[in-house]
Antibody, heavy 113, light 108 residues
């Protein structure tokens, strides 16, 4: 059974940083593209970023480009999202997803002073 | 930036057919995926690559795509199908993924 467990969310001040993690199990992590998707409270889904299986290719939504960095550690079956220069509009539940098909339960990031 | 357009809401009576559309300029060349999200839960994939149904998804869910529009059809909608539905695809370059704005399905 595919399992994805996000962690690292919390309350952070504007301009601050946060690193999200997503631990994967139940499949061969190193062979799949992985994604981050977010959802602001009461709003729709927004694609954030994706990374290929070996970490050599990444892409980002324009709204986070230059501030967020996606990475992975295939030895530890873990996906990361480093978020810098956080803004109030980054407040959302952040989901990791395996090839956009299987999702975790999400972790809440709140950017507020 | 690339956009996918969905109607904000669709309402049907139980047993009727619900159709949710998604329009985008790149859809003639790019696959469309559909997700169901119920309140407080993570999204669930219900259709992938325009018309394929993942295992465990009821047969009443189907998808199609023609030109710049993709359609999710729920034949014989049930009360438990209520929720928000999102389409997902990529722009013509393949680099940027995007979700539609979402459609709230009411079955009552």
């Amino acid at each position: 059974e595919v399992q994805l467990v996000e962690s690292g969310g919390g309350l952070v001040q504007p301009g601050g940083s946060l690193r999200l993690s997503c631990v994967a199990s139940g499949f061969t992590f190193s062979t799949y593209w992985m994604h981050w998707v977010r959802q602001a409270p009461g709003k729709g889904l927004v694609w954030v970023s994706r990374i290929n299986s070996d970490g050599s290719r990444t892409s980002y939504a324009d709204s986070v480009k230059g501030r967020f960095t996606i990475s992975r550690d295939n030895a530890k079956n873990t996906l990361f999202l480093q978020m810098n220069s956080l803004r109030a509009e980054d407040t959302a539940v952040y989901y990791c997803a395996r090839e956009i098909a299987d999702w975790g339960q999400g972790t809440l990031v709140t950017v507020s002073s | 930036s690339y956009e996918l357009t969905q109607p904000p809401s669709v309402s049907v009576s139980p047993g009727q057919t619900a159709r949710i559309t998604c329009s985008g300029d790149a859809l003639p060349k790019k696959f469309c995926y559909w997700f169901q999200q119920k309140s407080g839960q993570a999204p669930v994939l219900v259709i992938y690559e325009d018309s394929k149904r993942p295992s465990g998804i009821p047969e009443r869910f189907s998808g199609s795509s023609s030109g710049t529009m993709a359609t999710l059809t729920i034949s014989g909608a049930q009360v438990e199908d209520e929720g928000d539905y999102y389409c997902y695809s990529t722009d013509s370059s393949g680099n940027h993924r995007v979700f539609g704005g979402g459609t709230k399905l009411s079955v009552l």
